[in-house]
């Protein structure tokens, strides 16, 4: 199970942006501002809390490049993070982080099992305003140079954003489900891109988004609750 990650406001603003970007908002719909003006602000305050800076701010080396790709986003789930560092070499390192809320006061018993399982599977937790940042132990076990090129063969770097491609053939509204942020860093060069439900498409560039989003969301970017 998951729990709430983000404030009420703002999970009902990010799930109708959601359902607009999966439903085949265009271009010309003022796709750039769900990115910069609702996906972007959401993650500010989750990376600060993990000791980051965001990285549209961050400054880099000459050849270094750095990826944070986000997934999450729903109304129900932990916000997870990937984050890629990238030497003038080549040399890959990572790490993984979640945010989510703080344990209520009077928890349930499965959320009581929910953060006893977090608690066991993170090597330090910081909390701030509400929010917990995590970083789970089993990411130390990752082949992060693997995970980074196989994400990078999908087109990590090169796949635009959802807004640009056709509308899927489905009318119906989808209100929730997962998207996927990426942030990108070259230099001095930024940017970033959204996919929502990528599954719900048949463009070629989405099937690429759900096998990444898979990695980083399903596979490396997982806690495991038994």
Not at 3 to 25: C, E, Q
Not at 50 to 67: F, H, I, M, W, Y
Not at 167 to 194: H, N, T
Request: glycine share 8%; hydrophobic share 40%; aromatic share 8%.
């Amino acid at each position: 199970m998951g729990t709430r990650s983000l404030s009420l406001a703002l999970l009902v603003t990010l799930a109708t942006a959601l359902s607009l970007l999966a439903s085949g908002v265009s271009a010309e719909d003022g796709a750039e501002r769900y990115v910069s003006r609702i996906f972007l602000p959401s993650v500010e305050a989750p990376a600060k809390l993990a000791g980051l800076q965001p990285l549209k701010d961050t400054s880099l080396q000459p050849g270094e490049r750095e990826v944070r790709i986000w997934t999450g986003f729903g109304v129900i789930d932990e916000l997870r993070m990937v984050r890629f560092s990238i030497d003038p070499a080549g040399h890959v390192r990572g790490e993984v982080v979640f945010t989510h809320s703080a344990m209520p006061k009077a928890p349930t018993e499965d959320e009581k099992y929910y953060y006893s399982q977090m608690a066991k599977q993170c090597k330090a937790i910081g909390t701030s305003d509400g929010q917990e940042s995590c970083r789970p132990v089993s990411a130390e076990h990752v082949d992060w140079e693997m995970a980074y090129h196989s994400m990078v063969e999908l087109g990590l770097w090169d796949l635009p954003d959802q807004s640009t491609l056709p509308k899927p053939d489905r009318s119906e509204m989808i209100m929730d489900g997962l998207a996927m942020l990426v942030e990108l860093r070259a230099g001095e060069d930024y940017r970033a891109y959204v996919y929502s439900n990528p599954g719900f498409s048949n463009a070629p560039e989405a099937h690429k988004a759900t096998k990444i989003m898979g990695i980083a969301g399903g596979g490396i970017g997982r806690v495991e609750i038994r």
